[in-house]
């Protein structure tokens, strides 16, 4: 038995080059593989929202879909080296070009969004499930069962490993998810021309395999090469207005348009704001809580990575240091080296009063010390768990501790009118850490109407005065923005725990209504 055993082991001894081959080949599979995975979840969070549920249904579905396409590889049992080229192919054309299928159809047809991204997941983690059973079987020919499973798995996973670092911290943020799809649609396609010349003692259409490989890698050439274009047409599209610049960065997609009412941000492709009436939204946000204080000294922003929020602080002489707390610093440098965009925001992120940290703000807050007599909070609406955490009773607990005895908080919450009960949820969580609460609105073109909650430890009491030179406050007027007609008044709302998070739920159902 022992020289039994040695001698169904010796072919895994020494491996020939197509063995090394094959399992180099396991290495780029499962990268790509991985890629689209990432990709179309990605995707999906930043067109449909809430991540969390987005990812989750869209890995399911594809480890279902995986499952599916290696129990399909059953029925492969002659001609496997050219079943594998042809899947290879396959999976190159439909998962590097899945990106680019998923912009054009939320530019032009946004209805069918939903079902494209699943029956593509689908059909492409069918693919992937027929590509290593087909792997395995072609080595089994010379490699040892037990050599064969532990070498296989060990390549699976160290591609999924590299993608897995390289997609948020390199791919994306440098290629874009258009391109990143489209080079690993490539690297699909370079398997099959290299299984194409490992096989070509067995394939009985040389040429028609040779044609279809050149075929591929030259439509994902073409595409690769044309991405910008690509990504232009459909965001042009999409946005209307002519795009003036546009970023990816590990956490969001930064556009800026300018059309007839100047310039617009957009992130994730939400609104943020719009040059003709942006000042309203940022006198309404900072100056009740400025104006209030009375002599505030040190003031934190907390998001705002615009400058906006931080040029409207600077109105007050009597400021002597600011702190902005930004995540991105693609939009501090947007917003300081643009010279059209740094003149929206007066030049604010180059005071010298100012220091910029980049950082997340909840970690932040757990981390400082500082007081502050004035918080402006300046977030994106609560559109998936990353962005709700920092709408939550935990977030506003340490909002509290970082608050001078006589401070203000000002954190920007939503439409009253059009997200009734996440606006009210809102102050409701600000309430239950122990602040008292002063919610006030204001009409912003750009958005309709837009819900504000000013916190603190003492009640809120209208200013004697507001700094000269802004465009839509006034004294008289600032109590008429803390009355609320009968469709936005309150209604009973429910904490907004880091636990459950029921802002995120109640959010996208709002919106989703005002959408459909």
């Known amino acids: 038995m022992p020289a039994l055993d040695q001698a169904r082991d010796a ?28 990709a179309a979840g990605a995707l999906a969070s930043y067109v449909l929202g809430d991540s969390v549920l987005q990812f989750s249904t869209v890995i399911g579905s594809y480890l279902f879909a995986m499952g599916l396409g290696s129990w ?4 492969f049992e002659r001609q496997l080296p050219a079943h594998f080229l042809r899947i290879e192919l396959l999976v190159a054309l439909v998962g590097g070009g899945m990106p680019a299928l998923l912009f054009i159809a939320n530019a032009y047809v946004p209805g069918a969004f939903r079902g494209l991204l699943y029956g593509l997941v689908l059909l492409v983690g069918m693919l992937v499930g027929l590509e290593i059973p087909l ?22 996973y160290l591609g999924a490993l590299a993608v897995s670092i390289a997609f948020p911290l390199l791919l994306v943020p440098q290629l874009g998810l258009v391109r990143t799809g489209l080079l690993f649609g490539l690297m699909n396609a370079a398997v099959a021309l290299w299984a194409l010349w490992l096989f070509r003692h067995e394939l009985r259409r040389l040429r028609a395999h040779a044609l279809a490989c050149l075929a ?15 990504t232009s047409l459909t965001e042009d599209k999409f946005y209307q207005d002519p795009i003036v610049f546009a970023a990816t960065s590990p956490y969001q997609r930064i556009v800026v348009t300018r059309g007839h ?3 617009r941000l957009f992130l994730n492709g939400n609104l943020q704001f719009s040059e003709r009436d942006e000042y309203r939204y940022h006198e309404a946000l900072v100056h009740p809580a400025m104006a209030a204080h009375g002599a505030p000294r040190k003031v934190a922003v907390l998001g705002g990575g615009d400058g906006m929020a931080v040029r409207e602080v600077l109105r007050y002489p009597g400021v002597e240091h600011v702190t902005l707390v930004e995540l991105d610093p693609n939009m501090t440098r947007l917003f300081s080296t643009n010279e059209t965009l740094a003149r929206l925001n007066g030049q604010s992120l ?24 004035v918080i402006i909070v300046d977030f994106p609406d609560p559109t998936n768990f990353s962005i709700g955490k920092l709408y939550t009773s935990s977030f506003y607990a340490m909002l509290e501790r970082r608050l001078a005895a006589s401070g203000y908080a000002a954190i920007q919450t939503t439409s009253p009118l059009v997200a009734r009960q996440s ?34 430890r003492r009640p809120y009491r209208p200013p004697d ?26 209604v009973p709302a429910e904490v907004n725990r880091l636990s459950n998070q029921v802002l995120v739920s109640t959010y996208e159902r709002e919106w989703g209504k005002v959408q459909e």
């Not at 399909?72 to 029925?75: A, Q, T």
């Not at 005071?351 to 980049?358: G, M, N, R, T, Y």
């Not at 507001?466 to 009968?486: A, I, N, Q, S, Y």
């Open 11 to 38: 072919p895994a001894a020494s491996a020939r080059p197509v063995e090394v081959a094959l399992l180099a080949s396991v290495f780029v599979v499962a990268a790509c593989g991985l890629v689209y995975e990432l």
């Open 72 to 75: 399909l590889s059953r029925f």
């Open 135 to 156: 792997v395995m079987r072609i080595l089994k020919r010379n490699i040892a069962l037990k050599e064969l499973v532990s070498q296989v798995l060990t390549f699976d």
């Open 216 to 230: 591929t890698l030259g439509l994902l050439g073409a595409a690769f090469a044309g991405a910008q274009g690509i």
């Open 261 to 263: 009412g100047g310039h």
């Open 350 to 373: 180059a005071s010298p009063k100012l220091q910029i940290v980049h950082a997340d703000a909840f970690g932040w807050l757990q981390r400082s010390h500082e007081m502050f007599d």
């Open 423 to 456: 606006f009210w949820t809102v102050v409701t969580t600000v309430e239950s850490v122990g602040l008292r609460a002063a919610p006030y609105h204001a009409h912003v073109p750009s958005f309709g109407e837009w819900g504000f909650v000013l916190a603190g």
């Open 465 to 490: 005065g507001l700094p000269h030179g802004l465009k839509f406050l006034t004294r008289e007027g600032l109590p008429l923005l803390f009355e609320f007609p009968r469709d936005m008044a309150r």
